[in-house]
């Protein structure tokens, strides 16, 4: 088991280039892209920068605003702002402090596969095959339906969490 540490504690003092009030921790980095826990002060700010690479900015806690182009918006947590490659982008934050992590992806675009992978995984489905590795029955498909909106949460939920049960 590889645990790899961020939070406080643990991040450098210094975001990356172009930062006020930032600090972060590289969790990981390869040939396949980053992953990197940023977290702004009030008032921080990463400065627009561009990335040749397709980034997700995930906000964990807090919030504050992010900016690709000329468009600006607020985030919060629970959201996540997609910056493509090449386009210039941005975040900071106003009166409160924003936990994000950013998942950088290297190489091409590989949407050109993603038609051709769901059609094999529908066919897969569809016959039974490569479902259960360990050769015992496939599992069957899921059947469901959204609760209804009046339905009670389990017991000792705490309602102010922010998630839904």
Known sequence: MDIRRFGPGHRRP????????????VIHQDARGSIVE????PRAALAPHASPNTVYFVVVSGGGFAQVGAERAAVNHGEAVVWPAGEPHAAWTEGVEMRVIVVELTGEDDAWARDILAAGMVA?????AGLDPGGGEAV???RGELVPPDTPGPAGRDETSGEPW
């Open 14 to 25: 210094e975001g990356p280039p172009g930062t006020r009030g930032v600090s972060s921790q």
């Open 38 to 41: 940023l977290a702004f002060g």
């Open 124 to 128: 897969a489905h569809a016959s039974g």
């Open 140 to 142: 069957p498909p899921g």
